[in-house]
């Protein structure tokens, strides 16, 4: 079946531009998590949606971040005035889970963001 | 402290070597633990998930010590195809948030 997708794969922008980065999670589930990765780094923590609700926004990293998640399915995750240092990949993940935390993630492939 | 510590490596060892991996967490009240896969510039993808009791999969092999708050993996017989960086995973459900480790990178040499 199909798995996670996320658009763009790939976006430069300039510096100051807003972002829409979109995510698609498997059908039927509930639990969506948006992660970035810096090269060579780890995942952090982004944002975590229980249905269309967010009970954990505490990773993200300025005002400049939100998310939203609409129909319990597809998630949007937008950046204001791009810095540099967003640079990064933006992974999405979902799980079956309605508890977080507890379930496997399955993740999208990404969407590398450049900032210039 | 990161509360999802992992030594960066990396590790090179030859084909058909045995290789292991330890992961410390500091949250006490972690209760599901995990090890991602990740290839190179691919997105992560789940090796297996830690039991309490320890498990094994093939080759692989995880185990919990939540006495001294770390896990492992153990993977026997390397491959050139087990060549990727292993993230090690905590969570604790009722904060509904998964921390990933920033990952091991193995490199298996033919």
């Known amino acids: 079946g199909a798995g996670v997708s996320q658009s763009p794969s790939n976006k430069v922008t300039e510096k100051g531009k807003d972002v829409e980065l979109r995510c698609d999670p498997i059908?039927?589930?509930?639990?969506l998590y948006w992660y970035r990765q810096s090269l060579g780094q780890g995942l952090e923590f982004l944002i975590y949606?229980?249905?269309?609700?967010?009970?954990?926004k505490s990773g993200l990293p300025s005002d400049r971040f939100s998310a939203e998640r609409t129909g319990g399915s597809v998630s949007t995750l937008t950046i204001q005035r791009t810095q540099q240092e967003d640079s990064a990949v933006y992974l999405c993940?979902?799980?079956?889970?309605?508890?977080?935390?507890?379930?496997?993630?399955?993740f999208g492939p990404g969407t590398r963001l450049t900032v210039l | 402290r990161k509360e999802v510590e992992q030594d960066p490596g990396p590790f090179n060892v030859p084909e058909g070597a045995t290789v292991a991996f330890n992961c410390t967490y500091s949250?006490?009240?972690?209760?599901?633990f995990f090890w991602y896969r990740q290839d190179c510039r691919k997105e992560p993808k789940l090796l297996m998930s830690v039991y309490s009791s320890g498990n094994e999969d093939g080759r692989f092999t995880a185990q919990l010590n939540r006495a001294s708050q770390y896990i492992s993996l153990l993977i026997r017989d390397s491959k050139l195809s087990d060549s990727a960086t292993y993230l090690c995973?905590?969570?604790?459900?009722?904060?509904?948030?998964?921390?990933f480790g920033s990952g091991t990178r193995l490199s298996i040499r033919p």
């Open positions: 059908s039927g589930h509930t639990a």
């Open positions: 993940a979902s799980s079956l889970a309605s508890a977080g935390g507890t379930d496997t993630q399955y």
């Open positions: 995973v905590a969570s604790h459900s009722s904060a509904s948030k998964i921390i």
């Open positions: 949250n006490s009240a972690s209760q599901s």
């Open positions: 949606f229980q249905g269309n609700s967010a009970p954990d």
